[in-house]
């Protein structure tokens, strides 16, 4: 089975900083793009930032220049550096990862997500 478990979030003031991490595992071949998106109360799940196995990285414009989203592809871990963060990026944060990987036999991509990691922003 396919894994992913994110780590690192948690409550800070406005202004702070904090680290996400998420880590897959399995009996994984290869990751294409791996991801954070965020669900705040009552509001759609969005896009933060993705990073593709060859270097493309996207941000969503409410995070650029504060985010940064790098990867260890050795580790088939992903990362998010938060800083200058504020209450409006209070939410749930879900890793993503869509790779090839070996699950009851079969070798085949598909799209996972974790768990989900709470970050609180206070004013």
């Known amino acids: 089975q396919v894994q992913l478990v994110e780590s690192g979030g948690g409550l800070v003031q406005a202004g702070g900083s904090l680290r996400l991490s998420c880590a897959a595992s399995?009996?994984?071949?290869?990751?294409?793009?791996m991801g954070w998106y965020r669900q705040a109360p009552g509001k759609q799940r969005e896009l933060v930032a993705t990073?593709?196995?060859?270097?493309?990285?996207n941000y969503a414009d409410s995070v650029r220049g504060r985010f940064t989203i790098s990867r260890d592809n050795a580790k088939n871990t992903v990362y998010l550096q938060m800083i200058n963060l504020k209450p409006e990026d209070t939410a749930v944060y879900y890793c993503?990862?869509?790779?090839?990987?070996?699950?009851?036999?079969?070798?085949?991509?598909?799209?996972?997500w974790g768990q989900g990691t709470q970050v609180t922003v206070s004013s």
């Open positions: 990073s593709t196995r060859t270097g493309i990285i």
């Open positions: 993503n990862a869509y790779l090839l990987a070996k699950v009851l036999d079969k070798v085949t991509w598909n799209d996972y």
């Open positions: 399995g009996t994984i071949f290869t990751i294409n793009t």
